[in-house]
């Protein structure tokens, strides 16, 4: 249990879970960006830093539509809103509609109309208009197939990053049960990570636990819906890293996944996606 500036007992170690201050002062710098003396190196096949997981820096920057937060990558730390897609915009708030004493909607005048139901809408003479055909399912490009991500323990992931972390990593030790879950990849975008009360963040893919993998930042990774009805993967710059079968990727690279691919993560966790 943390304690934050204030004084407020937290669970979370990097933001405090009640006032929301940051813990333990300024965040170490990210070893992926060329590592230091006591940093481990990066090798092929493995993350390229070590647990537990630093609260990810926060920059002055443009601030999220959304949430207000300071950008910090493609993708808000805090809820996840993507800098590179459309621009957010409040929504406008739906016109009301008069009601009767009964409770029933009444219709809104017409043009001309001295009160509420006395105008008669206009309807054009001549044939009745030809029914459209029903659109093809390539109209619809979200829907075209169904992908589900399983999540799993994957043993032989985790003694290679055990043997590139050294005796930071000894500490972290293989879950002796991990029951598998699924998600359906639904919508235009399902982030990955841990959730935090402190920062608002409710990842669609929660990777929390228990057992919780040390390794995963709060938000790791973002599964993004393709045009074509398949998916990607980005990674907006996690602590640790993201590998698509066994290669690590660039952060900010968006990589196509295709039926049976595995996404490792954290310090034991894989994702495998399924088509159909």
């Known amino acids: 249990m943390a304690v934050c500036p204030s004084g407020h007992d937290s669970a979370s170690d990097d933001f405090c879970d009640i ?20 940093g481990p190196s990066s090798v092929s096949g493995a993350p390229s ?11 002055a920057a443009e601030p999220c539509p959304r949430c207000g937060t300071a950008r910090s990558g493609q993708f808000c730390e805090s809820c ?14 739906a016109a009301s ?3 009767d004493p009964r ?22 003479s001549g044939p009745p208009l030809p029914r459209q055909a029903p659109q093809p399912a390539s109209s619809f490009p979200y829907q075209q197939a169904t992908w589900t991500a399983v999540v799993g323990p994957d043993r032989a992931y985790y003694e290679r990053v055990q043997a590139v972390t050294g005796p930071e990593g000894a500490a972290v030790e293989f879950p002796s049960y991990c ?25 669609e893919i929660d990777l ?10 709060r938000l790791h990774a973002v599964l993004i819906a393709m045009p074509d009805g398949g998916w990607a993967v980005l990674d907006p710059g996690s602590a640790n ?14 990589v196509t996944l295709h039926d049976g691919d595995r996404i490792n993560l954290g310090a034991w966790t894989a994702i495998t996606v399924h088509q159909g």
């Open 97 to 99: 509609v008069p009601t």
């Open 241 to 254: 890293g993201t590998l698509v079968n066994g290669s690590e990727i660039g952060v900010g690279d968006q």
């Open 208 to 217: 929390t636990g228990p057992p919780a993998d040390p390794g995963i930042s």
């Open 19 to 38: 006032c929301g201050m940051r813990i333990g002062g300024s965040p170490p710098p990210d070893a992926r960006a060329g590592g230091g003396a006591s």
């Open 103 to 124: 409770g029933y909607s009444q219709p809104t005048p017409g043009p001309g109309s001295g009160s509420y139901g006395s105008a008669q809408p206009s309807v054009p």
């Open 179 to 203: 029951a598998e879950r699924r998600f359906q990849l639904v919508g235009n975008q399902m982030r990955i990570g841990r959730r935090s009360v402190s920062r608002g963040l409710s990842p």
């Open 49 to 59: 830093s070590a647990w537990p997981d630093p609260a990810d820096p926060v920059s």
């Open 80 to 93: 996840g809103y993507n800098f590179a897609g459309p621009r957010f915009t409040p929504s406008a708030p």
